[in-house]
């Protein structure tokens, strides 16, 4: 047997300066090469190359990025509830939501290992953001999952989004967390590269709030958890930087294993040890694994730490230094531990039979020294790892095709022009794969585990009680329309929040915050650089209107395969408070005799549209006008109604028809309807994605009440009819029995993906 070589160590990197190394193979730059030379006076040994290469990779580092996730630090970080107690930076954000509690929450992407292994791929995404949020102090209380595909029909499809799924609900499930709201939207431009961005909430009181640092000279460095193993090595932090060939991924590490049920052990671990007061730091081990969280816990404490890597425990004896340091293997945290609190932290792992190993302690040298049999194989300061990594401030520039792009409205594209053709219009669109029904996906998720789950699928937002006694609430959705942010950029990001903004307000909820997945092609690309630099531009300044900071979030580059990207995806979710859970407003009609009333102004706008895309496979124009007071005054409106409306649903794809679909499908309620007071053109009326719109359902002796409420909101309101009987009826052009709608929107998915 021939023996493996040793490490190579510190004075031998001093030593052979010559050696060739492979910073190119780790996705580093040649000149980001010699700047880790030149901060080091020497070579770097492999294994402090292999902490820069995944540290410095583009999903860990945000080089590309940071130059315009810069501005949303220029919005203020209050809420109208009270102010954040943690944003950009931390492992999650925070928000005060009254009565002594706080609300974390994070969205995060995991594309890429989505696509090379889907099942595992997916489930380690939800894995890795509930940690996040575990790791501010708080318990996980839900998850969500925004999804996009490529065409239903495609063979690829059929391959990842099966397995996507089932890694979604099967590691959800598992670790008992619902599953309240996401998305799921299919276009070609995703085939290949499929989006699977991954949420969570926590809860917490303001005192069990934690922080990723390592401060106090002499406290000890615990790793707890899983054991590390070969999977993953590189993992998300080097697969997720780098383009998809049209064949495939260029480059295929290992993508992690999740185990749900040694997370649920080290959840429920970690909360007992933030109870016993004994842990003075931690964070999560997820992107980049120990390389990130040994550099950032140093980095944002004292500055100093040593390790003995040789401690940690393994699941493959043969892993080199610099291969333990990459691995992402799953379910894996970091404490910094007082060393009188030692053998309390360590008994409460054994009781949780999770596994514990003191590694090291914090220093006050401003180095991070990890050591391996005794030989120092790493001597770094940490803040270049962690946070001084390179920042590119890459071209942009507005692509020529753009004009053109812009100037191909479909308000000139061929309409329905009789009661028939309506008619027909209306029953394809219910059924076309980002309208029809998604309960075949949400069907696998347990929603309602843990009992606190007030409003899911197929609602507008998710929402959960916070307090048993006091029914304090929050609400959470996540939206955006690809379409709009292809066809302006700017516009497109503020439609996404306000959308996800609406959606919150609509259960009854005041939008807080919000936390934002940034997913895009190349970087490298000027014209994918100038849609990511006009979203960024256009969130903060709609953040800025509408009062909601952005608390942190994730950014995801290089979606593309070969030279096709994805239509930018700036997904936003937001955060709302509702102060009674009791007073929610559902989004289907409840009973007959309701008056059915649609808020807001509808205009011939008809450029991005699902009804552009499904009938015309057309993508041109401009997108829905943006009205931020308006949305502001709606969001205020149906905050007001909670408790007087029936029901609320918000306009979004598929405009007024869809929102009646549904609300008449889920709610086994129908209605007849007037669409004159809407539009003199009914199919304006029935499809046009106007904004800042919202149909609701009221008692008929408090119809007056709502127009008192939306005179004092400015916000306009048309009276359409009642609901009742087993049809939607729409006066003087059609009618459709709620047995043939609910068949059109719920067939679409079984008969594509099997039963």
């Not at 047997?1 to 040793?6: D, K, T």
């Not at 004009?403 to 009661?419: F, H, I, N, T």
Request: hydrophobic letters at 40%; charged letters at 20%.
């Amino acid at each position: 047997m021939v023996p493996r070589p040793g490490p190579d160590t510190v004075a031998a990197a001093a030593a052979d300066p010559g050696r060739e190394q492979p910073w190119a193979e780790l996705g580093l730059k040649e000149d980001e090469y010699q700047r880790i030379r030149e901060i080091l006076g020497r070579r770097p040994t492999s294994s402090e190359l292999a902490m820069y290469s995944v540290m410095w990779s583009e999903h860990c580092s945000y080089k590309s990025s940071k130059v315009h996730l810069k501005q949303f630090g220029e919005i203020p970080q209050e809420t109208p509830v009270g102010k954040m107690l943690a944003g950009i930076g931390e492992n999650a954000g925070v928000i005060d939501i009254g009565q002594g509690y706080a609300v974390t929450f994070k969205i995060e992407s995991h594309n890429h290992p989505s696509y090379v292994e889907p099942y595992q791929g997916a489930a380690t995404g939800v894995g890795g953001i509930v940690r996040d949020i575990l790791a501010m102090g708080a318990r996980p209380v839900a998850v969500m999952d925004p999804l996009r595909f490529g065409p239903l029909d495609a063979d690829d499809t059929h391959r990842v989004l099966p397995g996507i799924v089932a890694g979604v609900g099967g590691y959800g499930n598992c670790l008992g967390l619902p599953n309240i709201g996401g998305e799921a939207v299919f276009d070609e431009t995703y085939l290949g590269n499929p989006l699977v961005n991954a949420l969570c909430v926590g809860v917490l009181r303001h005192e069990d709030l934690h922080l990723a640092k390592a401060s106090g000279q002499g406290n000890r460095v615990i790793l707890y958890g899983a054991r590390t193993g070969g999977d993953g090595i590189g993992g998300v932090s080097v697969l997720a930087s780098e383009t998809f060939d049209a064949d495939g991924p260029a480059k295929r590490p290992s993508v992690q294993v999740g185990d749900p049920f040694m997370e649920k052990l080290l959840i429920e671990c970690t909360l007992e040890l933030f109870c016993a007061g004994v842990v003075a730091g931690i964070q999560d081990l997820g992107g980049a694994g120990l390389s990130c969280a040994t550099s950032e816990l140093a980095s944002a404490g004292d500055g100093g730490m040593t390790v003995e890597l040789d401690r940690v425990p393994l699941r493959d004896s043969t892993l080199s230094p610099e291969e333990i340091l990459m691995s992402e293997s799953q379910e894996r945290m970091m404490a910094i531990v007082e060393p009188g609190d030692v053998e309390e932290f360590l008994a409460i792992c054994a009781k949780w039979d999770v596994e514990a190993v003191d590694i090291g302690e914090v220093t006050d040298t401003g180095r991070l020294e990890i050591t391996w049999h005794g030989e120092k194989v790493v001597d770094v300061p940490p803040r270049t790892v962690a946070h001084d990594g390179p920042v590119y401030e890459r071209p942009f520039a507005r692509p020529d095709w753009q004009d053109a792009l812009q100037a191909d409205a479909a308000e000139a594209l061929p309409r329905p022009g009789s009661a028939d053709e309506l008619r027909e219009t209306l029953l394809r669109l219910v059924a076309s794969p980002n309208l029809c029904d998604k309960s075949w996906i949400t069907d696998q998720y347990d929603r309602y585990v843990l009992g606190n789950t007030v409003l899911a699928q197929p609602a507008d937002s998710g929402m959960v009680r916070v307090d048993e006694e006091t029914h304090l609430g929050v609400s959470v959705a996540t939206d955006c329309n690809g379409r709009f942010a292809k066809l302006d950029p700017y516009a497109g990001a503020q439609l996404a929040l306000a959308e996800a903004y609406r959606n919150v307000a609509t259960g009854g909820a005041k939008p807080l915050a919000v936390s934002d997945c940034l997913n895009f092609g190349s970087p490298e690309d000027p014209a994918v650089m100038w849609q990511f630099a006009e979203a960024c531009r256009g969130l903060k300044d709609a953040c800025l209107e509408l009062g909601v900071p952005v608390t942190g979030g994730n950014v995801s580059l290089y979606n593309q395969t070969g030279e096709t990207a994805i239509l930018p995806t700036p997904v936003v979710a937001v955060l709302g408070v509702i102060d009674d859970v009791r007073r929610r407003t559902p989004s289907s009609f409840q009973g007959a005799g309701d008056r059915v009333v649609l808020l807001g102004t509808t205009r011939d706008e008809l450029s991005g549209s699902e009804w552009a895309h499904v009938v015309h496979g057309h993508l041109g124009g401009r997108p829905p006008e943006v009205d931020l007071a308006a949305e502001r005054g709606l969001a205020r409106l149906l905050a007001d109604l909670a408790g007087v409306a029936t029901s609320a649903h918000d306009l979004s794809d598929g405009g007024l028809a869809q929102a009646l679909v549904e609300a008449a499908v889920v709610g086994g309620v129908g209605a007849t309807v007037d669409l004159g007071p809407v539009a003199d053109d009914p199919f304006v009326a029935l499809f046009s994605e106007s904004t800042a719109r919202a149909l609701v359902t009221v008692p008929a002796e408090e119809v007056e009440e709502l127009r008192a409420l939306c005179a004092r909101h400015d916000v306009p309101m048309a009276e359409l009819g009642t609901t009742g009987g087993d049809e939607l009826a729409v006066d003087g052009q059609f009618s459709v029995p709620l047995t043939d709608l609910r068949a059109a929107w719920t067939a679409t998915l079984p008969a594509a993906l099997g039963e």
